[in-house]
C-alpha cells in the first residue's frame, strides 16, 4: 500500500509492498535488456552502473562488466533467435533488481526515474528489422541504402547540370 507524505510515496511493510517492488524489478528489467539491444546502450549502461554502484551492489567496473557480458549473450541470442537464453538475461536482471529494491525500498522511486528517463519519447519511430536485398551487376549503377535519412537533396549528377 502507497501513502503520500509531503509529495513523497511511502511504502507499507508486507506483502502489497513486495508485490509493487518485484513489478517495479521485472519492468526495469525490460526496460534494461531492450536498452542492450540499442544504439543509445552506453549512456543507459552508465545510468544502470550507477544505479547499482550506489546500493552497494559491487564496484562500478565489475557492474559494468556483468552488464556487457549480459548484453553479449544477449545478442548472441537474438541472432541465433534463442528465445530462452534471452529470457534467462532478463530474469538475471530482474533478480538482481528485485534483492536491491527489496534490501532499499527508497531505491524504487530512483528506479521508476531512470525507467521513464529509458523510454523513448512518445510519437518516436517504431525500430523494425528490415531486410535489403540487391541482385544485378555493376552496369546497373551505384546502389546507396541508409537507416535515418534526416535531410536528403537531389540534384544532377556531377557534370550535369
Do not use: K
Amino acid at each position: 500500500m502507497q501513502t503520500r507524505y509531503g509529495g513523497c510515496l511511502s511504502y507499507s511493510t508486507g506483502g502489497s509492498m513486495e508485490a509493487e517492488l518485484m513489478a517495479l524489478a521485472a519492468t526495469g528489467a525490460t526496460a534494461l535488456v531492450q536498452q542492450m539491444a540499442l544504439d543509445s546502450w552506453t549512456q543507459a549502461r552508465d545510468r544502470i552502473v550507477s544505479f547499482f554502484a550506489r546500493r552497494g551492489s559491487g564496484e562500478e567496473g565489475v557492474i559494468e562488466g556483468e552488464l556487457e557480458t549480459s548484453r553479449g549473450e544477449l545478442a548472441a541470442a537474438l541472432q541465433a533467435g534463442d528465445e530462452q537464453t534471452a529470457l534467462d538475461v532478463q530474469a538475471e536482471w530482474r533478480t538482481r533488481l528485485r534483492r536491491t529494491l527489496l534490501t532499499n525500498p527508497a531505491a524504487a522511486y530512483e528506479l521508476r526515474a531512470m525507467i521513464d528517463g529509458l523510454a523513448p519519447p512518445e510519437g518516436d519511430q517504431q525500430i523494425v528489422n528490415v531486410r535489403n536485398t540487391i541482385s544485378g551487376g555493376a552496369q546497373h549503377g551505384p546502389v546507396i541504402q541508409a537507416g535515418n535519412v534526416g535531410s536528403l537533396s537531389f540534384g544532377a549528377p556531377p557534370g550535369q547540370a
